[in-house]
């Protein structure tokens, strides 16, 4: 019988093994080869009305081959001359379901915006009672024993965010002409004249670009003190006379003893317009609390495109697969016709008394009135929630369709939350330099796929302004990029690809005004880029499997709005800041109710786990939220936090306030906090608290250190130590740990760097070029592993622990590189003479163009091809390789007549071994620069582009053009005077070892 056992349990390991070994071999595999849903996207822009069959199809197969599988499709109008297709008319509908057709057969995915524009959900077809709207209102003083007849004006539309001038007419005609009363109240005059600070942004009138550096992350507790009782309005002392007022504004009321203010509410439209939309859909956006609105606005826009398309196959590997919800930059609303009627449904009481603290003043007290503005907010993020972003999800889900969703920026719900409702988080980030920083944006879509145990993390990647002017390439870029796959980005979308509707011959070509880092065909090195696409692919493909490992988990205060910003402490730089040797999420209290508690790690049912949880420095929390923390303590999580002083709303009050004080004193043990760190058993679990936490820099959450502190303290080692400058990402699963390590810096590094992780021997995994070698230097001590890491200039790597991999360390000296031979001498270079470049030239050393006295050398830009023949006389005994040295902007190598690769980033160097050989050997090398040097040179000579929003005649007539000039662009970004780019390449290369 033992013998039975042993063999059964023997066999048990060995299938075990196979399968490990099997996933390994697969995810090898993936790797070098990554499947069409690894590769990039872009944001596919179309410019009002200027799209034509020929340049989609042509578009569409540039991406293909340059290994773009996936897009965004969006139609705006900014800086270019209106085109002949009308949006959403029937050659429209019949060009966009050619191009989804096209997407269909090349295999790429598309994604639809859910409106005209990149920002909302709206159109000219959104009239004004299906729109955002306001609750505005009117005030009239009266005094007992007035004779006069009593007029209340119509209250006047609030001043849009964006203001009006991008109105048109008819658009401020409609925004003007809509109103709607909704109710009439009438009270004594206060003695004082005290208002509520901020009340268009507690109010939601306005919620403001956090981007932009115009608003707070989130908005303070609600306010515990009473402010002057004298400014105060007794809410027994209000009187609804809504049903007094005639429908010309006269009110039918004598009023009592004193005097009196009368207010008339009624609803208006936000101002909140289509945009940049194309002029056909320009209009207002639809109401985001009411689901008749939105159907109506989904039905006229996506309906018309669906019954164009014909029904989706789900089956298909591309065309439509999904809707989106862009960046919320329509403000904010706080009324919806039925807005009363779910205000009492969900908070419990009527906010009827409460209307005349929308415009600032204060209600029973200062204390109640701030209560009421939370409930208000948070009625107002459960709306948009439920009736917004969850029914664009049940649409989608109807037509066989995924929903994306930006959940930032001017969001008046909190990001975490509204993103939560997404299958696809979505993130955006800046190229740096060149726009805004909303890396916080990053931070808060990759937490929410984390923790809701999404895959996908996408990105719309490297947006740009600010004189971007064609500057960024996929070198410059390398060093951001490896930034966003260490914060937990795992598919770049480029914005943006501008469909190139000009002909051929003119580029650059069309653009999106300046805005974007021109990912598209009419790109310089856009014949190389596939190069660096296989890079990003493999990068994602990694970066897809398994889960991400976070210890710590910050949990967000609950209410709107709400950016979810970690303390500063846990991230090393700024723009693009790295994450510290505890990687972290954050979570919004909605998500926090999915919880649970195993082996003493927090989990969520999508797999993420944590070591410990950190409450905000916030005075307020809900009995439920409250309820929620204390059952994981008893289960076994470690909580970092001080205790909640209070509820925040007026549901249950003040019930509610002695039911948190109650709980409070049962999960803490007392309400007053102690004055050194302590540690609390409740139940399983651990709380610790004191006033150390409050010692916080950012105010919302302790200090890094402290939380690093406490996680040593409970045993954990740090994730990922370098004694070099090297950001990490670190995916697992029950056969393997993966650790994305990237240098950070412009040299090349020799790091010792240490891995939480003894699964099994390391091996390094190079995504430019798909080779795996493995790792002979290494030292396991315990559950960690050291190696040191060689690293170019900005260079990257997979270091992949298999469980299954049980080599021994073999200590070996990093290897030492040996020049074999410059190659010097004459070069032959042939320019392109379509670009004004000399057919050929010959030279004695490598230089840079822009430093030539030649101009048609100095101002070129495009691809060059230096040619030598070379004796080589080395030997093969290690790998051979040729390095260029220095290379502006991407190279294309031909050795003895056979292409051997494309480097567009250091190390600038391929291996030849199997291709160079003894005597006379030949090498071309194509060098790529960019589009500046020449734009400048054409600054010298006569303008003969878009003047007054119009095109030249020379292009409307099919003329010759007259001005000398090579280049064509939607946009000017450059003058006579700008510097030019360094350009060509600039060696030396050598053959080495």
């Known amino acids: 019988m033992r013998i039975k056992f042993l063999s059964v349990l023997f066999s048990l390991f060995c299938l075990v093994s196979y399968v490990s070994i099997a996933q390994i071999n697969d995810l090898k595999s993936g790797f070098l080869h990554p499947a069409n849903k690894y590769t990039p996207g872009v944001y596919w822009y179309f410019m009002d009305g200027n ?6 199809t042509k578009d569409l197969e540039s991406m293909k081959k340059a290994g773009i599988g996936n897009l965004i499709f969006l139609e705006v109008n900014v800086g270019v001359p209106r085109g002949n297709v009308d949006f959403l008319s029937d050659k429209w509908t019949s060009l966009f379901a050619h191009a989804e057709k096209e997407a269909r057969r090349l295999g790429i995915e598309i994604t639809l915006g859910i409106g005209p524009g990149w920002t909302g959900s709206g159109g000219p077809w959104v009239k004004g009672s299906q729109s955002m709207q306001h609750l505005v209102s009117s005030e009239t003083l009266v005094s007992a024993g007035d004779r006069k007849k009593i007029v209340l004006p119509v209250p006047p539309p609030k001043t849009p965010f964006f203001g009006e001038d991008s109105f048109t007419p008819e658009f401020k005609e409609n925004w003007l002409k809509y109103y709607q009363d909704v109710a009439v109240l009438a009270f004594p005059l206060p003695k004082a004249n005290g208002k509520i600070t901020d009340i268009d942004e507690k109010a939601l009138y306005q919620r ?5 550096g115009l608003v707070k992350d989130h908005l303070a507790a609600p306010d515990n003190s009473k402010g002057n009782p004298a400014s105060a309005i007794p809410k027994n002392k209000i009187i609804d006379l809504t049903a007094r007022m005639l429908p010309d504004g006269t009110l039918n009321w004598s009023p009592p003893a004193g005097k009196w203010k009368i207010m008339r509410f009624g609803s208006r439209n936000n101002g909140a317009i289509t945009r940049p939309a194309p002029a056909p859909g320009i209009g207002f956006e639809a109401d985001k609390f009411d689901t008749t609105a939105l159907n109506a606005h989904l039905d006229v826009y996506l309906g018309k495109i669906f019954r164009k398309i014909g029904k989706i196959d789900k089956n298909n590997t591309g065309g439509l697969k999904r809707l989106h919800m862009d960046s919320w930059e329509m403000g904010a609303q706080n009324w919806t016709a039925n807005f009363r009627r ?6 419990g009481y009527d906010p009827l008394k409460y209307f005349p603290v929308y415009s600032g003043n204060i209600v029973g007290s200062l204390k109640e009135s701030e209560r009421f503005l939370w409930d208000l907010r948070q009625t107002s ?6 009736n917004h972003a969850g029914f664009v999800k049940q649409y989608a889900k109807r037509h066989h369709l995924s929903l994306s969703i930006e959940p930032y920026d001017m969001n008046p719900a909190s990001d975490l939350e509204l993103g939560s409702i997404a299958d696809v988080p979505m993130a955006e980030f800046w190229s740096k330099g060149y726009g805004f920083n909303s890396s916080y944006s990053v931070i808060e879509g990759t937490s929410i796929a984390h923790v809701m145990g999404r895959s996908l993390v996408p990105a719309e990647a490297f947006t740009a302004q600010d004189n971007e002017g064609w500057k960024q390439h996929p070198g410059s870029m390398k060093n951001q990029g490896d930034w966003a796959f260490a914060a937990g980005v795992n598919r770049f979308v480029y914005h943006t690809f501008q469909n190139q509707f000009l002909p051929d011959s003119l580029k650059p070509g069309a653009t999106m005004g300046p805005y974007g880092v021109h990912w598209d065909r009419s790109q310089t090195w856009w014949p190389m880029v596939g190069s660096y696409h296989d890079y990003v692919s493999r990068c994602q493909y990694i970066l897809q499997q398994g889960r991400t490992v976070a210890d710590v988990l910050y949990v967000t205060p609950e209410g709107a709005p709400h950016v979810f910003v970690p303390p500063s402490s846990a991230i090393l730089g700024d723009t693009i800041g790295d994450r510290k040797s505890f ?9 926090l109710m999915l919880a649970s508690v195993k082996g003493n790690k927090i989990q969520f049912p999508g797999g993420a786990s ?8 916030f005075e307020t929390m809900t009995p439920e939220l409250l309820e929620k923390i204390g059952s994981l303590i008893q289960q076994g999580a470690t909580v970092i936090g001080n205790p909640p002083l209070r509820a925040p709303g007026l549901t249950n009050y003040p019930q509610a306030d002695v039911k948190i004080i109650s709980m409070v004193t049962r999960i803490w043990g007392s309400t007053a906090v102690p004055a050194t760190l302590e540690y609390r058993k409740y139940g399983s679990g651990t709380l610790i608290w004191g006033r150390p936490v409050l010692e916080a820099k950012d105010k919302l959450y302790p200090d890094y250190d402290l939380t690093a502190k406490i996680l040593k303290r409970k045993g954990i080692e740090e994730d990922f130590v370098a004694d070099k400058k090297l950001r990490y990402t670190h995916r697992t699963s029950p056969d393997w740990d993966i650790y994305f390590v990237s ?15 003894a699964k099994g021997a390391p091996e390094l995994w190079n995504a430019i070029n798909g080779k795996m070698s493995q790792i002979t230097n290494f030292k396991t001590t315990g559950a960690m592993t050291s190696i040191p890491i060689q690293l170019a200039a900005f260079e990257s790597a997979f270091i992949v622990f298999a469980k299954e991999d049980i080599r021994k360390p073999e200590p070996a000296a990093i290897p030492v590189e040996q020049t074999l031979q410059v190659l010097g001498g004459h070069w032959k270079i042939n320019f392109d003479k379509h670009w004004g470049g000399p057919e050929e030239i010959i030279v004695d050393s490598l230089s840079d163009w822009s430093k030539n006295s030649n101009e048609g050398i100095k101002f070129y830009s495009g691809a060059a091809t230096y040619h030598q023949s070379f004796e080589f006389k080395g030997n093969k005994t290690k790998p051979v390789y040729i390095d260029l040295g220095l290379v502006k902007n991407m190279a294309r190598i031909h050795l003895n ?10 190390p600038w160097k391929l291996e030849i071994t199997d291709d160079i050989k003894q005597g006379t050997n030949t090498i071309s090398i194509e060098v790529i620069n960019l589009w500046a040097n020449r734009l400048i040179g054409d600054e010298q000579k006569p303008y003969d582009g878009i003047v007054g929003n119009k095109w030249p005649d020379w292009l409307v007539k099919g003329q010759k053009r007259t001005s000398g000039r090579f280049t064509f662009s939607t946009t000017r970004q450059y003058r006579a005077t700008s510097p030019l780019l360094p350009s060509g390449l600039l060696g030396p290369v050598k053959i080495i070892q």
């Open 51 to 56: 799209m034509t069959a020929e340049s989609i």
């Open 208 to 212: 403001a670009p956090y981007s932009s």
């Open 342 to 347: 779910e205000f009492i449904k969900r908070r």
């Open 381 to 386: 993020q459960e709306l948009v929630i439920a």
């Open 583 to 591: 990687n972290f999420d954050g979570i919004a209290p909605a998500q």
């Open 610 to 617: 944590y070591e410990i949880m950190v409450l905000p420095i």
């Open 743 to 757: 240098n950070t810096t412009p040299n090349e590094m020799v790091a010792n760097a240490r891995f939480r992780t």
């Open 897 to 906: 007549g056979k292409e051997i690769g494309t480097l567009w980033t250091a």
